[in-house]
């Protein structure tokens, strides 16, 4: 073969290179749309509507890892990998609000990696759910939803070597604390509050008591 029909060769297979691209982006955005509604349907307890977007997503992903088979260099693109994770995100915080337990990575098939990114971005998620919960006057779920956050660093800090073999997530990990910390505050801060009220309440109920005894 001459040098030109070696350049054409290689011109054909970075243009279907290109367009493979293309469409996996494409498919990525679609996905991390689908994970974003999913997430916020489970912060609404929602449950139908979030299980109507997993689905989707699925769907969407089963498209996306056929296009990433035939070119495994894609898999290594930002937006891709990012769909991975949110994937892993929206399954994981769904479980956890939905039935109290974390999902088997296995049932996922996403990578390693991509569920432990995944798992450190659920305690901003269950951030969000605590102040709800605050705000809904639950505190005893918020405690509950605080301790899952806390058991997720605790896990993530135990297993001291992933954050040295999984890039990002020492980062993540350090936000998680910081997220931890403040929600902590957030919640006694409000238990102390609910303790106030609920003493001046009660303070209130036996003076009137004893009005009325006179």
């Known amino acids: 073969m001459s040098l030109n029909e070696f350049l054409r060769e ?35 307890e929602s449950f139908e509507s979030s299980e109507a977007s997993l689905r989707e997503i699925n769907r969407l992903l ?8 035939k070119h495994p260099e894609l898999i290594s693109n930002n ?28 049932s996922m098939d996403v990578s390693p990696s991509q569920y432990v990114l995944g798992l450190a971005d659920c305690v901003g998620e269950l951030r969000r759910r605590v102040l709800d919960l605050i705000r809904a006057g ?6 509950e939803s605080l301790k899952t956050m806390e058991e997720i660093l605790y896990e993530l800090n135990l297993n001291s070597d992933l954050q040295v073999l ?7 990990c350090d936000v998680a604390r ?22 001046i309440k009660r303070l209130a109920e036996l003076l009137e008591r004893r009005r009325d005894d006179v």
């Open 166 to 172: 999984v890039p990002g997530l020492r980062r993540k």
């Open 62 to 69: 089963k498209s996306l890892r056929e296009v990433v088979q």
């Open 10 to 44: 290689i011109e054909e297979k970075v243009r279907e290179l290109d367009e493979a691209r293309n469409e996996a982006e494409s498919l990525s955005r679609k996905i991390i749309r689908e994970t974003k509604k999913s997430i916020i349907s489970t912060h609404q």
């Open 79 to 106: 937006l891709v990998n990012t769909a991975f994770q949110e994937t892993a995100e929206a399954y994981i915080y769904y479980n956890l609000v939905r039935w109290g337990k974390f999902i088997d990575p296995k």
């Open 138 to 143: 639950r505190l005893k779920e918020a405690e």
């Open 178 to 199: 910081a997220i931890i910390e403040s929600t902590r505050g957030d919640l006694a801060l409000e238990v102390r509050r609910k303790s106030l009220e609920d003493g």
